[in-house]
């Protein structure tokens, strides 16, 4: 059974940092892509970045570029997700999810998903 658990949420200042981990497990870990998505209330999900664990890439959207930094540790099966220079912006439930293959910042093409975390930052 594919699982994903997400870990590392909170309340932070604006300017601050957080890191948020992804731990997974029922599936070949280096075959499989992971990406971080978050939605704020009233708004649509968002795609935040991607990494694909066969081909290394990474994908970040502009909004957090710069700020953000996703890496995967394939000894723990365990994606993370870097955020710095935090702003009330970024508040929003995070999910990260994993599909087969090559990562896509398109959430259309994930089909397992975590129960998300909250990050709240205060101005």
């Known amino acids: 059974e594919v699982q994903l658990v997400e870990s590392g949420g909170g309340l932070v200042q604006a300017g601050g940092s957080l890191r948020l981990s992804c731990t997974t497990s029922g599936f070949t870990f280096d075959d499989y892509a992971i990406a971080w998505f978050r939605q704020a209330p009233g708004k649509e999900r968002e795609a935040v970045s991607c990494i694909g664990n066969s081909d290394g890439l990474i994908y970040y959207s502009d909004s957090v570029k710069g700020r953000f930094t996703i890496s995967s540790d394939n000894a723990k099966n365990t994606v993370y997700l870097q955020m710095n220079s935090l702003k009330p912006e970024d508040t929003a439930v995070y999910y990260c999810?994993?599909?087969?293959?090559?990562?896509?910042?398109?959430?259309?093409?994930?089909?397992?998903w975590g129960q998300g975390t909250q990050v709240t930052v205060s101005s």
């Open positions: 999810a994993t599909r087969g293959g090559l990562a896509t910042m398109d959430d259309r093409t994930y089909r397992w």
